[in-house]
């Protein structure tokens, strides 16, 4: 069964920038669309970036423009570059397909940007 985990969270000042990872086993990448959620306590879980099998990002507005999601077939990896971050961006980034499949929630990584 297929699984993805997240790294590359953190504490950072506002303005700053980070980058996620999801390592996903498998063929993932081929087979499926993949996005960037994110989770605040007490909300539902947000879809802030995905990328076709073909490489097409979207974006929701919140963060166009401010992140940018690619991948690296060779390495069955997408990262997320998140920059200018806001303290509003503080959250649980999960990767998943997109649609998302139950299964495939991992732990997620923090990221906490300080005002």
């Known amino acids: 069964q297929a699984q993805l985990m997240e790294s590359g969270g953190g504490l950072v000042q506002t303005g700053g920038s980070l980058r996620l990872s999801c390592e996903a086993s498998?063929?993932?990448?081929?087979?499926?669309?993949l996005g960037w959620y994110r989770q605040t306590p007490g909300n539902q879980r947000e879809l802030v970036a995905s990328i076709t099998n073909r490489g097409i990002p979207t974006y929701t507005d919140a963060v166009k423009g401010r992140f940018t999601i690619s991948r690296d077939v060779s390495k069955n990896t997408v990262y997320l570059q998140m920059d200018s971050l806001k303290p509003e961006d503080s959250a649980v980034y999960y990767c998943?397909?997109?649609?998302?499949?139950?299964?495939?929630w991992g732990q997620g990584t923090q990221v906490t940007v300080s005002s």
């Open positions: 998943n397909s997109n649609p998302p499949i139950r299964q495939y």
């Open positions: 498998r063929n993932v990448l081929a087979k499926y669309f």
